[in-house]
C-alpha cells in the first residue's frame, strides 16, 4: 500500500502568507495526487487535480506542483477563507490514500 | 446540477448492520467508478471502498474488508455500502464521492451520513 506523508499537521499564518504545504509518497504516483480543502461541518472540496491542475472555480492562489513521490500545495497569499484543513489524496493504485492533513490555524 | 445525496446512516449497535445509499444525478453514473470515504470524529479522512463503472470490480480498505459490501444499481443510479460485524471504531460520517482511479478523482462529493456504533 502507498502511504501519504503530509506535513506540516498544523501551523499558524497570517492573513497574506505564503502558505506551503508538502506530501510524500512512499512510492512513485506519477500525477496522480489531489488536493483538498475541509472547513469545519463541511465536505471537503477538491481545489487542484493531476497535481496542479487548478479545479473550475477555485482561486488562483492555490496551486499545486510535484511528480513522482514529492507534491506541494501552495497558497500565494493566504486569505481568512482559507483557514481549513487540507488533505492529499493518492489515487494512483487502490488501496487509495489520504495524506493526515495540514489544519492551517489564524496567527 | 451534478449530485450526490447519502442516506440510511444512524445508531446501530456492535455486531449490527446498515446499508448506506448514494443517490446520484446530473452525470451519467454508469460512466463513472464510485467510492466511499469515511471520517471518524475530529479525524481525517479515510477511504473505505471503490466499485467501477460497470460493478464488475470492487475494492476495499483492510478496515473493512470482509465487512463490507460496495454494489451499485446503474438502472436507479445509486451506490451502497452494506455494512456488517460493525464496531465502535467503524463511527464516521461516510461520504459518497464520485470517481476512483483517474483524473476525475472525488471532485464530487455527497454531504454525508453520520453512522454511529454504540450499545
Known amino acids: 500500500d502507498i502511504q501519504m506523508t503530509q506535513s506540516p499537521s498544523a501551523m499558524s499564518a497570517s492573513v497574506g502568507d505564503r502558505v506551503t504545504i508538502t506530501c510524500r509518497a512512499s512510492q512513485g504516483i506519477s500525477n496522480y495526487l489531489a488536493w483538498f480543502q475541509q472547513k469545519p461541518g463541511k465536505v471537503p472540496k477538491r481545489l487542484i487535480y493531476a497535481s496542479s491542475s487548478l479545479q473550475s472555480g477555485v482561486p488562483s492562489r492555490f496551486s499545486g506542483s510535484g511528480s513522482g513521490t514529492e507534491f506541494t500545495l501552495t497558497i500565494s497569499s493566504l486569505q481568512p477563507e482559507d483557514f481549513a484543513t487540507y488533505y492529499c489524496l493518492q489515487h494512483n493504485s487502490y488501496p487509495l490514500t489520504f495524506g493526515g492533513g495540514t489544519k492551517v490555524e489564524i496567527k | 446540477e451534478v449530485q450526490l445525496v447519502e442516506s440510511g446512516g444512524g445508531l446501530v449497535q456492535p455486531g449490527g448492520s446498515l446499508r448506506l445509499s448514494c443517490a446520484a444525478s446530473?452525470?451519467?453514473?454508469?460512466?463513472?467508478?464510485m467510492s466511499w470515504v469515511r471520517q471518524a470524529p475530529g479525524k481525517g479522512l479515510e477511504w473505505v471502498s471503490a466499485?467501477?463503472?460497470?460493478?464488475?470490480?470492487?475494492y476495499y480498505a483492510d478496515s473493512v474488508k470482509g465487512r463490507f459490501t460496495i454494489s451499485r444499481d446503474n438502472s436507479k443510479n445509486t451506490l451502497y455500502l452494506q455494512m456488517n460485524s460493525l464496531r465502535a471504531e467503524d463511527t464516521a460520517v461516510y461520504y459518497c464521492a464520485k470517481g476512483g482511479l483517474g483524473i476525475d478523482a472525488f471532485d464530487i462529493w455527497g454531504q454525508g451520513t453520520m453512522v454511529t456504533v454504540s450499545s
Open positions: 446530473g452525470f451519467t453514473f454508469s460512466s463513472y467508478a
Open positions: 466499485i467501477s463503472g460497470s460493478g464488475g470490480s470492487t
